[in-house]
């Protein structure tokens, strides 16, 4: 008896340890798989550099996850804020899911708090073109917002103070040509639209970020993602969603809101920024360190100087205008997270007394206006050594 009580016991313990420790190593495996990727761009001038997506879909129309899975996914990329935009006029998963508007937000909530990720209420006001579609941002209600009118859900949504966005802007023309409609006019003037999306997914509207520009619009950008994220972006290969980075004071909802009406955005697609020399230049300021801190040049000679980028980007650089008495490469690329090593030459007619020097360059892929990159300087403190 005594016996076989004791290899009960022990087939007991044992068994009670084989359990702990297969739930230790799932625990271990789960917690290793919840690792987030830190994007790497500066913050600047007292604001954060939040990193923002205001266009995703689930469940709840035609998208193909749980809510609950876009907060996770933006969080494992680096994202600090998304919406949940889910269409309104469209639900095409009704009969096995509520039509409540409400509940990709409210589902997905606590776990936008268990992952430091700001939920934004929103919606896809979804009508034909012309106007085509428009994200509402920082809702209270969305029922208000379905009428078969386009100006009266567009209104329902400012009378809210929502943040409105153009979304696509022609992605049902041919070669996604955008045409600003007389309806894009109606809502523009009565200061109903406050953004456009210069970005949607895999497509650049470069007509839509000319506009932002002439009629001070903020410059946005986002995935539109239906599908699980990993199915539209190789990770693996370096690939990411488009995003809107927006520069506030903090990670609130209020903050973001109050620098999106300000219109402090930018859009991070592919090895590209797209945004307001203001913004893109102390982005590419702060993430370029330039060593030896005084450079020793011997008229006439060449020298070396190393340059760190800590940006997310690869900044691709192109010598612009004349050479002054310093002169750099035709061409740099400064890997992300990496130093190059750079030659630059000094006339032999250089300035004796000269203490700064300074290499300008067009930074190809800062997008100040279509196809024109960030003009800036490598600036360079300098001894002259006769
Ligand atoms: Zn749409
Ligand atoms: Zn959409």
Redesign the pocket.
């Known amino acids: 008896m005594k016996n076989t009580y004791t290899n009960k016991t022990s087939i007991c313990i044992r068994t009670g340890l084989a359990v702990a420790l297969i739930m230790a190593f799932t625990f271990c495996a789960n917690a290793q798989k919840h690792v987030r990727k830190e994007l790497q761009f500066p913050d600047f001038d007292n604001y954060k550099t939040l990193k923002c997506d205001f266009?995703t879909h689930t469940v709840f129309s035609d998208g193909r996850v749980w809510p609950t899975i876009r907060i996770i996914e933006a969080w494992k990329e680096g994202l600090d804020a998304i919406a949940i935009s889910d269409?309104i006029e469209y639900q095409p998963h009704k009969d096995d899911v509520s039509t409540d508007y409400s509940r990709p937000y409210e589902i997905a909530r606590s776990t936008a708090h268990t992952y430091g990720i700001t939920l934004i209420k929103s919606a896809?006001l979804?009508h034909g073109e012309p106007p085509?579609?428009f994200n509402a941002l920082f809702l209270k209600e969305i029922a208000p917002l379905k009428k078969s009118d386009y100006k009266e859900a567009v209104k329902a949504a400012i009378d809210q103070g929502a943040f409105v966005f153009w979304?696509?802007p022609g992605?049902k023309q041919p070669g996604h040509k955008s045409v600003w409609y007389d309806e894009q006019e109606i809502l523009f003037t009565n200061g109903w639209t406050h953004g456009i999306e210069t970005v949607?997914g895999y497509t650049y509207y470069p007509k839509a970020h000319k506009w932002c520009m002439e009629k001070n619009l903020a410059i946005i950008g986002n995935s539109?993602v239906h599908l699980p994220i990993s199915m539209d972006y190789d990770f693996a290969k370096g690939e990411h969603r488009p995003m809107t980075l927006v520069f506030a004071k903090d990670q609130s909802q209020n903050s973001i809101k109050e620098a999106l009406f300000a219109r402090r955005t930018a859009v991070y697609w592919e090895n590209k920024l797209i945004g307001n020399k203001k913004f893109l230049k102390p982005i590419f300021k702060k993430s370029i360190e330039i060593t030896p801190e005084i450079i020793s040049l011997r008229p006439g000679n060449d020298t070396y100087i190393r340059i760190h980028n800590r940006c997310e980007l690869d900044f691709i650089l192109t010598a612009n205008g004349n050479a002054g008495e310093v002169s750099g490469p035709g061409h740099i690329t400064l890997p992300a997270g990496k130093t190059v090593l750079a030659r630059i030459k000094c006339n032999k007619d250089i300035d004796k007394e000269r203490e700064k020097a300074a290499l300008p360059y067009r930074v190809e892929n800062l997008l100040v206006a279509p196809d024109t990159g960030l003009e800036v300087n490598l600036e360079l403190n300098v001894k002259i050594n006769p």
């Open positions: 266009h269409h896809e979804t085509g579609h979304n696509h992605w949607n539109d």
